[in-house]
């Protein structure tokens, strides 16, 4: 039985090495071919840089106008956030906590969102978004993502907010907070695993 428990966890090792070196091994050519110089990758293409070059890198980001991109990328990610995160966790909580006609129709109506596929939006958003002057802009971009997260986001929040239990908020209320109120001090705080996950 100790030799059957000491090969089982031998070949259990061995097959976590193996997938470790087919795990980083990409990583340590990415890096290593990114140190050489091109003629030294089409010549040692597999092997190892044979000297740290951190110029290839300045390199890069100047022929490669990095920086601008960079930019963009992170205004448009914060434009997004600033949109879809009051947006998903105030219609959520409305429509997981508020009685009003017309709930289930428009729960339905949003959760309907998850189920076109991308592809089939293509056309329809691009001829919104040329209609709007959207086109080519960093705020088109962000626009058309909060498009499409509102649906998942929504679905995510209300889940979040049906779990906790409706005596905290009225707790709060009773202790002079108004809804509002208690839905930004009381119930976001508890809720900010599914904020980072949107």
Not at 61 to 87: C, D, E, H, M, Q
Not at 167 to 180: H, N, P, V
Request: net charge positive.
């Amino acid at each position: 039985m100790k030799t059957k428990k000491m090969a089982g966890a031998a070949l259990r090792l061995l097959v976590l090495l193996i997938m470790t070196v087919i795990t980083l091994y990409p990583v340590i050519w990415m890096l290593s071919g990114s140190m050489k110089s091109d003629e030294e990758f089409y010549k040692n293409i597999w092997g190892l840089a044979s000297a740290i070059r951190p110029e290839n890198y300045v390199s890069a980001w100047v022929r490669g106008a990095l920086g601008g991109k960079y930019f963009n990328s992170v205004f448009v990610t914060a434009l997004f956030l600033v949109i879809i995160l009051p947006v998903n966790c105030c219609v959520a909580y409305v429509i997981a906590r508020m009685q009003f006609r017309g709930r289930k129709f428009l729960y339905m109506f949003l959760l309907m969102g998850m189920m076109v596929p991308g592809g089939v939006l293509g056309m329809p958003t691009f001829s919104v978004a040329l209609k709007l002057k959207l086109v080519d802009t960093l705020y088109g971009i962000a626009l058309v993502y909060c498009g499409q997260a509102i649906s998942f986001g929504m679905f995510l929040m209300r889940s979040f907010y049906i779990s906790l239990p409706k005596s905290l908020e009225e707790a709060a209320m009773i202790d002079g907070c108004t809804r509002f109120r208690s839905f930004v001090h009381v119930i976001l705080p508890l809720t900010i695993p599914g904020i980072m996950t949107q």
